[in-house]
Nanobody, 119 residues
Framework: QVQLVESGGGLVQAGGSLRLSCAAS????????MGWFRQAPGKEREFVAH????????YYADVVKGRFTISRDNAKNTVYLQMDSLKPEDTAVYYC????????????WGQGTQVTVSS
């Protein structure tokens, strides 16, 4: 069982930066693929980025590629999402999630943190 708690959301002006954190409980954090997703009002949840258990492999949605960076610190059971050059369309609730490496769906989800980008 893994419990996930996001933090770091807030209000920022367009062009600014935010760093989201996701703290995980459980001793097996390092064995999970960690992902970030987001859901804007009236829209479906969408994939943002994921990172392999070791941190050696990352993957990004095209809309955030080059602006967002996902990373993890397995010693701290934490995954991060550095968001730079933020745009108003990045406004959403951001969720972190965990899955085992061979799974195709995420089994564990956090409660989400709100990110609002003003123009």
């Amino acid at each position: 069982q893994v419990q996930l708690v996001e933090s770091g959301g807030g209000l920022v002006q367009a062009g600014g930066s935010l760093r989201l954190s996701c703290a995980a409980s459980g001793r097996t954090f390092s064995s999970y693929v960690m992902g970030w997703f987001r859901q804007a009002p009236g829209k479906e949840r969408e994939f943002v980025a994921h990172i392999s258990w070791s941190g050696g492999s990352t993957y990004y949605a095209d809309v955030v590629k080059g602006r967002f960076t996902i990373s993890r610190d397995n010693a701290k059971n934490t995954v991060y999402l550095q968001m730079d050059s933020l745009k108003p369309e990045d406004t959403a609730v951001y969720y972190c999630a965990a899955r085992v490496t061979k799974a195709t769906t995420y089994s564990y989800w956090g409660q989400g943190t709100q990110v609002t980008v003003s123009s």
